[in-house]
């Protein structure tokens, strides 16, 4: 996604481009965790570092 799309989309909501990023990726983890089988997904995924702020 282009950055300019991502800023003009952060501007418009009154966010910022981090908001955005976060958005982002959190809708394909997300979909990725969705879209996997239960047992393809390990229990505690190293890989995995994102803690996504609940205001």
């Known amino acids: 996604m282009p950055f300019a799309l991502i ?3 952060g ?4 966010t ?3 908001d955005g ?3 982002l990726v959190t ?3 997300d979909r990725f965790l969705r879209e996997t089988p239960a ?3 390990p229990a505690r995924p190293r ?3 994102w803690l996504v702020p609940m205001i």
């Open 7 to 9: 800023a003009g989309i």
């Open 11 to 14: 501007h418009a909501t009154g």
């Open 16 to 18: 910022t481009v981090d």
């Open 21 to 23: 990023c976060t958005a």
């Open 27 to 29: 809708a394909a983890l």
């Open 39 to 41: 047992g393809d997904v």
């Open 47 to 49: 890989a995995v570092g």
